[in-house]
């Protein structure tokens, strides 16, 4: 049965007015010219600090982001809630170089870690790796190369932050998942988390690492880590998701000579998606899986697998994870079908969210299908309410 056609269930949270902010802003979202312009403005207009900050705020701001602060979240998240779609509370404020924010990101992620704790309704935290360390320091380390002392130092203290993170969301019982970042500084985070997991996912599923499987090389990474944590007697969090630096991993690639770590093709990137579902469902006794995914057929896959290996529809260790202002369809079916079922709901001040909202927009345009798909949602619910 074709679960996600249901409008009715997938927009009820969308008063009529939101409904068309939608639908009007998907329609200027399908139109790329009109996006790269759009964001030139944007970032011209933010840099020379001009009032544009309501105007952001009561369009594409409102629709993709929950607030400025966890507590201006509430509102969506209880709504989300009494729908039974969870929420994962993302502080959406790009990584910096300097140490006061990287200890201020450290600060943010612990404070969510206790404001989690009081939340049914928020089952995870979550917090990026150059929130806690300089890119440049990643790279260096990922590429092999030796370190400074005072760089050693630096990394000694990025070490600290995510050992602090992952040791509070021990004490608390939170899981964490901690994202994954461009391929060429990825190496570096991944032993950390491995690291993590080592220590703290001795009898939970506290710490989760991100897959992006859009890299061919991650099916085996995956198998590597299943089989480290299986004799080393620790269990592997794993949140899988296709991937979201694409026209950025090829560019560097052919730039600097190198093979591109992308798939060939969108169907091997599905295929590869799909693949470490059905892993992750394999070794499911030391393995929990948070599938990222606004891809209507690879959910289904998912239902399928769920029924049939016989698994509870809502089984603690299988989670549905999408996008606030996205893929409603999927996720507020999912929950009303009983599915375990999380939206990433960006927050925090305007100006700072921009990054994130401009790679949202950009992606949009880029997965035409995607863009098109919500469209022909949107329209087809402004049309049944009008009945």
């Known amino acids: 049965m074709e679960i996600f056609e249901n409008t009715e269930t997938a927009f009820a949270l969308k008063s ?13 979202i399908s139109v790329e010219p009109l996006v790269k312009i759009g964001t030139s403005l944007t970032n011209f207009a933010i840099k020379a600090n001009l009032p544009v900050e309501g105007l952001i705020r009561t369009t594409v701001f409102d629709h993709f982001c929950g607030g400025v ?24 404020v790009e990584g910096k170089d300097t140490e006061d924010p990287l200890d201020d990101a450290l600060a943010k992620t612990l404070e969510m870690l206790d404001f989690v704790k009081q939340k049914d309704a928020i089952p995870f935290a979550v917090f990026k790796p150059t929130g806690y360390g300089r890119f ?15 760089e050693s130092s630096e990394w000694d203290r990025v070490v600290r932050r995510f ?7 021990y004490d608390l019982g939170v899981s964490l998942l901690i994202d994954a970042e461009e391929s060429w500084m990825q190496p570096a985070a991944d032993q950390l988390v491995e690291e993590m997991m080592r220590a703290y996912n001795k009898k939970d599923f506290i710490v989760f690492n991100t897959l992006q499987m859009y890299r061919w090389d991650r099916a085996d990474f995956f198998r ?52 470490a579902i059905t892993m992750a469902l394999d070794h499911l006794d030391n393995v929990a899986l948070f599938a990222g995914t606004h891809n209507e ?6 239902m399928s697998e769920i029924e049939s290996r016989n698994l509870k529809k809502n089984d603690p260790r299988i989670w549905f994870g999408q996008l606030y202002g996205m893929s409603d369809h999927i996720s507020f079916n999912l929950a009303n079908a009983g599915y375990n079922v999380a939206k990433y709901l960006p927050f925090g001040p305007v100006k700072d969210v921009m990054p994130y909202l401009i790679r949202r927009a950009e992606e949009n345009t880029s997965v035409a299908g995607q863009t098109n798909r919500e469209l022909e949602l949107l329209k087809k619910e402004r049309k049944r309410r009008s009945i």
């Open 297 to 302: 057929m690879s959910s289904y896959k998912l």
């Open 224 to 275: 590597d880590q299943i089989e480290k944590a299986r004799s080393g007697g620790y269990k592997v969090g794993v949140k899988v998701v296709r991937g979201a630096y694409l026209e950025k991993e090829n560019d560097r690639a052919e730039r600097k000579g190198y093979p591109t770590p992308i798939c060939a093709s969108k169907l091997e990137t599905d295929q590869n998606f799909d693949n």
């Open 16 to 28: 009529d007015a939101e409904l068309e902010r939608a639908y009007y802003l998907f329609r200027m």
């Open 69 to 92: 602060s966890e507590e201006d979240c509430m509102p969506v998240v209880e709504k989300m809630w009494d729908k039974g779609v969870c929420t994962v509370l993302d502080y959406s």
């Open 163 to 169: 050992d602090q993170s992952c040791k509070k969301a």
């Open 136 to 150: 440049e320091l990643y790279k260096k380390i990922s590429a092999g190369q030796q370190l400074t002392a005072s």
